[in-house]
């Protein structure tokens, strides 16, 4: 069977190249649920290029890996903020942060694999500094404004941000992992989570409904 080619480039957008081949490393780790499953070549076919183009864009396997997890946790970084922004209440922002941290999880779940799932076991020993910090700094400091606006009564914010980031990890990956359990509804487990691991003292608004 013949391999799918994709068209060249015009000159000066190298930088699409680029973020084809990460585009199709998380397509291919999504799937394999292992770094060590997913070679260059595999990457190359996925992304229609011949193997030795990835080469202009990275030095090694390892690189391509390294750049999907820093992409990655700029995207779920970024999806949280752009949910919190122009929220006004500390504890409604809480609750979009989640909200979308549980929406970026059941949306993208290859993303969130390669993320925080074994697929990323090599990958953390090469950047142990970048591992969950964009995902939980968010979630530390919107607490942390709880206490401050006397909505939560908190008396360690990183060590509850920490059980809160526990249980968000397991609104994601346990229905996915045993659908056949009667689970309720997802608003319902999230406000739930979210009163009290953050000791808060009313329940917060509701954001947009996940899926």
């Known amino acids: 069977m013949s391999e799918k080619r994709r068209p060249v480039n015009p000159r000066g957008q190298g930088g699409r190249l680029r973020q084809e081949i990460l585009d199709a490393a998380v397509v291919l780790l999504g799937r394999a649920g292992?770094?060590?499953?997913?070679?260059?070549?595999?990457?190359?076919?996925?992304?229609?290029?011949?193997?030795?183009?990835?080469?202009?864009?990275?030095?090694?396997?390892?690189?391509?890996?390294?750049?999907?997890?820093?992409?990655?946790f700029a995207e779920l970084k970024a999806v949280a903020h752009t949910a919190a922004d122009g929220v006004d209440s500390p504890a409604d922002r809480l609750r979009a942060l989640c909200a979308a941290y549980v929406r970026f999880g059941r949306e993208q779940p290859g993303r969130y694999r390669i993320l925080f799932e074994?697929?990323?076991?090599?990958?953390?020993?090469?950047q142990p500094a970048a591992n969950g910090a964009a995902a939980f700094a968010g979630l530390t400091?919107?607490?942390a404004d709880c206490v401050a606006d006397g909505s939560s009564s908190s008396t360690d914010p990183t060590l509850d941000a920490t059980t809160l980031w526990l249980a968000l990890h397991g609104l994601v990956v346990l229905p996915r992992a045993t659908p056949a359990f009667a689970w309720p509804a997802t608003e319902a487990l999230l406000d739930r989570i979210i009163?009290?691991?953050?000791?808060?003292t009313g329940p917060p608004e509701r954001a947009p409904a996940t899926t």
């Not at 595999?42 to 997890?69: E, K, L, N």
């Not at 009163?195 to 808060?200: G, R």
């Open 141 to 143: 400091a919107a607490l």
């Open 118 to 126: 074994a697929s990323q076991q090599e990958a953390a020993k090469r």
């Open 195 to 200: 009163l009290t691991t953050a000791h808060l």
């Open 34 to 72: 292992s770094e060590d499953g997913v070679t260059l070549r595999d990457i190359a076919r996925q992304a229609g290029i011949a193997a030795p183009s990835i080469y202009s864009h990275f030095t090694d396997r390892a690189a391509v890996i390294d750049a999907v997890v820093v992409e990655s």
